[in-house]
Structures are given as C-alpha cells and as structure tokens.
C-alpha cells in the first residue's frame, strides 16, 4: 500500500502544467510557418523528423496536416517551392516542407495544420489554378512521405 501512494505523489509531481500542451490545433502559436523558391534543385536539404498526414487547398490556402515530437520550444516549418514547374493543365507539381524542431527534446507528440497563403507564391499561380490544381507536398526529413491534395 505504501509503494502505491509513494508512486501516486511522485506521478502527481512529476506532471508539470507548463508542459502540458493541446495536441490537435489550427494555428498554433508556438509554430511559425514561411516561404521561400529553391534556387538548386541539388542542394541538400535539412529537416528534422516530421511526418505529413494531410494536404488540402482551401481558396488561397494550401493546409498541410503535420505530427512531430515536441512541445517545450517554437517549431519553424517552410514551404520550398520548385524555381520553375511545367505548365500543364491542371497543374500538376510538388513543393518539399521542412522543419525546424530547435532541438525541442520534449517528448509530447503534436498534430497540427500548417496554413501557408500561396496566392502571392513565387511561381505566379492565379487564383483560378487553385481550385483544379494538384500539389504534392514531400517531406524534407523523409523523401518517401509525399502526400498530394488530390
């Protein structure tokens, strides 16, 4: 008996409430999300360990569903568009996601959606591509977690 409350007291203390975080959540604060074009399509890219689960384009908005481990410090995602695609139509053409854990060793696991306005992206697409357009997006921590909106 004395074994269960010494183990109660320790669990009820080990709990500490900053820590504690809303793991599904649309626009967090504790993300940061941004931009930019690929100048070389050979350069390495650096990514910690993410995984992608959902993609949707929303009007001007490209929604990215993402897990990782975390919780204790600012994760920063960013959107690589390709310098140039092949227009076809509708278009059809991938962008890689990377991210930045800032060495957060907090071991919750949080999903949440990324919301990136593409309508001033760097490729120019209008407002009536979005609706028809197939965008797949790869995950720069592993290459063979591409997940597209259509």
């Known amino acids: 008996m004395k074994y269960l409350i010494v183990l109660s007291v320790m669990i009820f ?4 409430e900053d820590n504690i975080q809303q793991l599904n959540t649309e626009s967090p604060s504790a993300t940061s999300q941004s931009q930019k074009t690929s ?4 350069a390495t890219i650096v ?5 992608i689960n ?22 920063e995602f960013e959107l690589i568009w390709p310098e140039v695609i092949t227009m ?6 991938g962008v890689t996601l990377t ?3 800032n060495e957060d ?10 919301v990136f306005d593409i309508s001033n992206n760097p490729l120019g697409l209008s407002r ?3 609706s028809v357009m197939r965008i797949s997006v790869t995950n720069g921590s592993d290459d063979t977690n591409v997940v597209s909106n259509r």
Not at 13 to 16: G, I, N, V
Not at 47 to 51: G, H, K, L, Q, R
């Open 105 to 114: 060793s907090c071991d919750a696991y949080l999903t949440e959606t990324l």
């Open 39 to 42: 100048n070389n399509s050979t």
């Open 88 to 93: 076809i139509f509708p278009p059809d053409f």
């Open 47 to 51: 990514s910690d360990a993410f995984e």
């Open 13 to 16: 203390f080990s709990c500490d």
């Open 54 to 75: 959902d993609v949707k384009v929303e009007n001007e908005n490209l929604l990215v569903e993402v897990s990782y481990s975390g919780g204790c410090e600012e994760h």
């Open 99 to 101: 991210h930045n854990d």
């Open 128 to 130: 009536d591509v979005f």
